[in-house]
Nanobody, 119 residues
């Protein structure tokens, strides 16, 4: 079994910052991609940012220059530093880890953490 747990969400004013964390644990041989998605009320889940085990990153256009994804491979943890937050960043943020274990390669999702940007 693999557990993926996000933390760090909360309420912040426009222009503020938050740092999300996501830790994967359990039966893990290696982790390829680690990704952050978000889903706002009434909208589809969208990819926010992703990072490979080698550190290559990719961002949604809407967050480029404001969000930074990073990871600590030794801790199987990925971070999302969110700066200059906007009202439209309000969403539940989910972490996905692409994990190799005895079952092969699989996606494991966290339960989500709420980010609310409001004045």
């Amino acid at each position: 079994q693999v557990q993926v747990v996000e933390s760090g969400g909360g309420l912040v004013q426009p222009g503020g910052s938050l740092r999300l964390s996501c830790a994967a644990s359990g039966s893990i041989f290696s982790i390829n991609l680690m990704e952050w998605y978000r889903q706002a009320p009434g909208k589809q889940r969208e990819l926010v940012a992703k990072i490979t085990s080698g550190g290559s990153t990719n961002y949604a256009d809407s967050v480029k220059g404001r969000f930074t994804i990073s990871r600590d491979n030794a801790k199987n943890t990925v971070y999302l530093q969110m700066n200059s937050l906007k009202l439209e960043d309000t969403a539940v943020y989910y972490c996905n880890a692409v994990v190799r274990n005895a079952l092969g390669w699989n996606n494991y999702w966290g339960q989500g953490t709420q980010v609310t940007v409001s004045s």
